[in-house]
C-alpha cells in the first residue's frame, strides 16, 4: 500500500510540473506577442529604396523599431503577394512599400498606413541637351523626344495618354546605357533609382546628368500595418519620432543621397511633429 501511495504522489508531482511547465509557456507566449522583441515585415527588392539588407525606407523602419528595442526580419515578396502578406499572412505583422499597392478600397480599409518617405518620378537627362534638366508645363509638351522607360511601370498609362514616344525597356540600367549614347533623349525614373544606377555605370560623369524639377508622378513611402496591429502601429509612431529627433533619420537620408541635394518635403518631414 505504502508503494502504491508513493507511486502516485511521484505522477501527481509530475503531472503538476508539466502543467506548470505548460502555463509558463502558455503566459511566456502571450507576453511575447504583447511586446515583440522579433518582428516579419515583407518587402520588395527594389534598391536602393528597399531591400532585406539594405534600402533607404526599410533602413528608417529597422532604426525606428531598433530605437523601441524590436528587431525587424524582412522577407522579400513580389509585389503582388505584398497585399495579401498583411492581409492575410499569418506571422507578417506589416510590409513597407507603398500605399499605392493597397489600393483596392476594402483593403486600406483593413490596415493602417504610416507615411514615413516621399519621392517621385523624373526625368533624366544629358546637360549637354537639356542643362537644366528637362522643362515642360505638360506631359504633351515632350512628343518629339525619344523616351526611354522599364516595361511594365506604372507610368505607361499617363504617358501613353499623351501619346509620347516610348522606348521600353526591361531594366532601368538599359534606360542610363542608352541615354549615355544618345540613343534615347530621356528616361523616367524615381530620383534615387536613377541616380543609383548612373553612379553604378557612369562614376566618373555623374555630373554630366540632369534632372527635371517637375514630378511627373508623386510617390509615398509607406509601412503599412495589418489591421490587428494598432499597438504595433503606435510603437513605430514613437520610435519615429525618436529617429527624427535624433539625427538617425537625417542620417539615413545623407547614405543615400551622397552629393546630391536632399529633397526639401524630406527634410521638412523630419522638423514635423
Not at 501511495?5 to 502555463?23: A, D, P, Q, Y
Not at 526580419?73 to 493597397?102: C, H, L, N, Q
Not at 506631359?139 to 518629339?144: F, G, N, S, Y
Request: net charge positive.
Amino acid at each position: 500500500m505504502g508503494n502504491v501511495l508513493k507511486l502516485f504522489r511521484m505522477r501527481f508531482g509530475l503531472s503538476i510540473l508539466i502543467f506548470l511547465t505548460v502555463i509558463f509557456f502558455i503566459t511566456s507566449g502571450i507576453h511575447a506577442t504583447g511586446n515583440p522583441k522579433t518582428i516579419q515585415i515583407t518587402t520588395i527588392d527594389y534598391p536602393p529604396l528597399l531591400g532585406s539588407k539594405s534600402g533607404l525606407i526599410t533602413e528608417i523602419v529597422t532604426e525606428a523599431f531598433k530605437s523601441k528595442e524590436i528587431t525587424v526580419e524582412y522577407k522579400i515578396y513580389p509585389m503582388a503577394r505584398i497585399v495579401w502578406s498583411v492581409t492575410e499572412g499569418s506571422k507578417v505583422v506589416a510590409a513597407v512599400g507603398s500605399r499605392d499597392w493597397f489600393h483596392k478600397a476594402d483593403v486600406a480599409e483593413n490596415v493602417h498606413f504610416v507615411s514615413i518617405y516621399f519621392t517621385g518620378l523624373i526625368f533624366f537627362s544629358l546637360k549637354e541637351k537639356f542643362p537644366h534638366g528637362v522643362e515642360y508645363d505638360k506631359l504633351e509638351d515632350l512628343k518629339k523626344y525619344e523616351i526611354g522607360y522599364v516595361r511594365g511601370g506604372s507610368l505607361i498609362p499617363i504617358f501613353k495618354k499623351a501619346n509620347l514616344n516610348l522606348q521600353l525597356v526591361a531594366t532601368i540600367s538599359q534606360n542610363v546605357l542608352k541615354l549615355h549614347k544618345g540613343r534615347v533623349d530621356m528616361f523616367a525614373a524615381t530620383e534615387l533609382g536613377g541616380w543609383a544606377v548612373i553612379r553604378k555605370y557612369y562614376p566618373e560623369e555623374v555630373n554630366k546628368f540632369s534632372v527635371s524639377d517637375k514630378f511627373i508622378h508623386h510617390i509615398n513611402g509607406d509601412i503599412i500595418f495589418a489591421k490587428n496591429q494598432e499597438a504595433l502601429t503606435d510603437i513605430f509612431n514613437q520610435g519615429l519620432e525618436i529617429i527624427k529627433n535624433n539625427g538617425s533619420y537625417l542620417n539615413i537620408l545623407k547614405k543615400y543621397y551622397a552629393d546630391r541635394e536632399i529633397p526639401k518635403r524630406l527634410l521638412e518631414f523630419i522638423k514635423s511633429e
